[in-house]
């Protein structure tokens, strides 16, 4: 009982690592789409 609720909380901590580096992927990926469109807006 105590390995599996190891094994479970490992596996969700893991699940998150992988979600906040989606999720900074993304935000990184965002922020430099509007830094080249104020780039391009203003020449």
């Known amino acids: 009982m ?3 609720a ?3 909380f490992t596996s969700c901590v893991i699940r998150r690592i992988f ?3 989606e ?3 993304h ?3 965002t922020v430099r789409c509007f830094f080249v469109y ?3 807006l203003y020449p």
Do not use: E, G, P
Request: proline share 0%.
């Open 38 to 40: 104020d780039i391009s």
């Open 6 to 8: 190891s094994a479970l």
């Open 2 to 4: 105590q390995r599996n």
């Open 27 to 29: 935000f990184t990926f």
């Open 19 to 21: 979600l906040m580096a």
């Open 23 to 25: 999720i900074t992927k």
